[in-house]
Antibody
Framework: QLQLQESGPGLVKSSETLSLTCTVSGDSIRGSAYYWGWIRQPPGKGLEWIGITYFTGSTYYNPSLQSRVTISVDTSKNQFSLKLTSVTAADTALYYC????????????WGQGALVTVSS | QSALTQPPSASGSPGHSVTISCTGT?????????VSWYQQFPGQAPKLIIYDDTKRPSGVPDRFSGSKSGNTASLTVIGLQAEDDGDYYC??????????FGGGTKLTV
C-alpha cells in the first residue's frame, strides 16, 4: 500500500529557507507513470500546487513560486524534497506531498501533511 | 494562470442532491478533459473522488458524479448523507505541466 510521509522542521524564521522531505513507501519513486509533487494549504484556506519532480530529476513549478522553489529527488532513499527560500508569514501552511499522474498531474495519493509555521 | 472559481459554500438536506461548480477558462477546464475533485474533512488530507472529468476511483460511492460543459465542471452528490459534510476542491490540468486548484467549497449537509 502506497504511503507518503512528510518530515522536516515545523518552525522556520522569516527570510530563511523551508525544507521538507517526503518518504515514499509501497512504490518505487522510479516509476515512469508518476510525478512526485508538493501542494500546500494555508490554515483555513484552499489548496495551492507548488510543483513536481520526476525520478530523472526533471522539475516543473507553479510560476508564482518558481523563483523561490526547488524540488529534488533521491531515488536511492525513495525520497523527494522541497526547499522554499526567503519565506514570510504567507508561507505558513500545511505542506502535502503527493503522487501525481505524469500525463495530467492528478494528485492520486497524498501524505498526511506537515504544518510549517513561519515566525518573525 | 488564476485559480479556478468555486462557490465558497453549498448545502443540502440528507437524501437530497447538490451540485458544486468549478469555472475556469479554455486554457484549463475547457481545454483538457482532466478535471479532478477532492474531498477533505477537518484534520485530514484531501482524497481524490473524481478524475478525468467524470471517472470515480475504486471505492468512491456512485452517489458522486462529475460532469463538464465548456469552461465549467460540476460535482453532483445525490442522496446526501451526513458523512458528505466537508470541503470539496476541483483541480484542472492547465497544460505545460501546471496544475490549478479551485478555492474550495464547504458543503453542509
Amino acid at each position: 500500500q502506497l504511503q507518503l510521509q512528510e518530515s522536516g522542521p515545523g518552525l522556520v524564521k522569516s527570510s530563511e529557507t523551508l525544507s521538507l522531505t517526503c518518504t515514499v513507501s509501497g512504490d518505487s519513486i522510479r516509476g515512469s507513470a508518476y510525478y512526485w509533487g508538493w501542494i500546500r494549504q494555508p490554515p483555513g484556506k484552499g489548496l495551492e500546487w507548488i510543483g513536481i519532480t520526476y525520478f530523472t530529476g526533471s522539475t516543473y513549478y507553479n510560476p508564482s513560486l518558481q523563483s523561490r522553489v526547488t524540488i529534488s529527488v533521491d531515488t536511492s532513499k525513495n525520497q523527494f524534497s522541497l526547499k522554499l527560500t526567503s519565506v514570510t508569514a504567507a508561507d505558513t501552511a500545511l505542506y502535502y506531498c503527493a503522487r501525481q499522474r505524469v500525463d495530467v498531474l492528478t494528485a492520486e495519493y497524498w501524505g498526511q501533511g506537515a504544518l510549517v509555521t513561519v515566525s518573525s | 494562470q488564476s485559480a479556478l472559481t468555486q462557490p465558497p459554500s453549498a448545502s443540502g438536506s440528507p437524501g437530497h442532491s447538490v451540485t458544486i461548480s468549478c469555472t475556469g477558462t479554455s486554457s484549463d477546464v475547457g481545454g483538457h478533459n482532466h478535471v479532478s475533485w477532492y474531498q477533505q474533512f477537518p484534520g485530514q488530507a484531501p482524497k481524490l473522488i473524481i478524475y478525468d472529468d467524470t471517472k470515480r476511483p475504486s471505492g468512491v460511492p456512485d452517489r458522486f458524479s462529475g460532469s463538464k460543459s465548456g469552461n465549467t465542471a460540476s460535482l453532483t452528490v445525490i442522496g446526501l448523507q451526513a458523512e458528505d459534510d466537508g470541503d470539496y476542491y476541483c483541480s484542472s490540468y492547465a497544460g505545460s505541466n501546471i496544475l490549478l486548484f479551485g478555492g474550495g467549497t464547504k458543503l453542509t449537509v
